[in-house]
T-cell receptor, first 109, second 118 residues
Framework: GQNIDQPTEMTATEGAIVQINCTYQ??????LFWYQQHAGEAPTFLSY??LDGLEEKGRFSSFLSRSKGYSYLLLKELQMKDSASYLC??????????WGAGTKLIIKP | GAVVSQHPSRVICKSGTSVKIECRSL??????MFWYRQFPKQSLMLMAT?????????EQGVEKDKFLINHASLTLSTLTVTSAHPEDSSFYIC??????????????FGPGTRLTVL
């Protein structure tokens, strides 16, 4: 079956670094997406990885290991506005996104 | 980035009525649009994939006669919830993929429609 696993909730301190992990099992693989979703709002795109390695984009970086079925999202210099849910999604062989349940990130002052 | 609008943003209706939700890609053409439903504290659940000019593909367990999808143009898809019941109350989100970026392009999400059925 197809499955995406990510932690339900994480807590971090403003200014710190946090890593959100995601493991996936999908029928075929056409890339791994990370989205940010604030409460009551639609998701917004953060990153897309299809090759192994680290993609850096400002304070956010995303890593992929296809052999391990593993990805992480790294957030640096955390700000209060980063409090949100972070959704991991794997694109399967039919180009459909298989979504994780999301990780709720709580930032404390 | 590309913009997707959704209308209405919030709707409250009586049980048994039908509700239409519009999803528009404002500055790009989308041959494929997706309709999702999200219950509180749960992940996005794909309901159907809408292709311009053809019938939508529904996910298992989604009643196509209850959730009518029309993708009449490259910039507009509509979802009609027919004979809505309280259990249909949810956050409905559409997304669109820019036809220029192909199948692996990112999906751009609309702001969502919160439906409450009394």
């Amino acid at each position: 079956g197809q499955n995406i696993d990510q932690p339900t909730e994480m807590t971090a301190t403003e200014g710190a670094i946090v890593q959100i992990n995601c493991t996936y099992q999908t029928s075929g693989f056409n890339g791994l997406f990370w989205y940010q979703q604030h409460a009551g709002e639609a998701p917004t795109f953060l990153s897309y990885n299809v090759l192994d390695g680290l993609e850096e984009k400002g304070r956010f970086s995303s890593f992929l290991s296809r052999s391990k079925g593993y990805s992480y999202l790294l957030l640096k210099e955390l700000q209060m506005k980063d409090s949100a849910s972070y959704l991991c999604a794997s694109m399967d062989s039919n180009y459909q996104l298989i979504w994780g349940a999301g990780t709720k990130l709580i930032i404390k002052p | 980035g590309a913009v997707v609008s959704q209308h209405p943003s919030r709707v409250i209706c009586k049980s048994g009525t039908s509700v239409k939700i519009e999803c528009r890609s404002l500055d790009f053409q989308a041959t494929t649009m997706f309709w999702y439903r999200q219950f509180p504290k749960q992940s996005l659940m794909l309901m159907a994939t809408s292709n311009e000019g053809s019938k939508a593909t529904y996910e298992q367990g989604v009643e196509k006669d209850k959730f009518l999808i029309n993708h009449a143009s490259l910039t507009l898809s509509t979802l009609t919830v027919t004979s809505a019941h309280p259990e249909d109350s949810s956050f409905y989100i559409c997304s669109a993929r820019d036809q220029e970026t192909g199948d692996t392009g990112e999906q751009f999400f609309g702001p969502g429609t919160r439906l409450t059925v009394l």
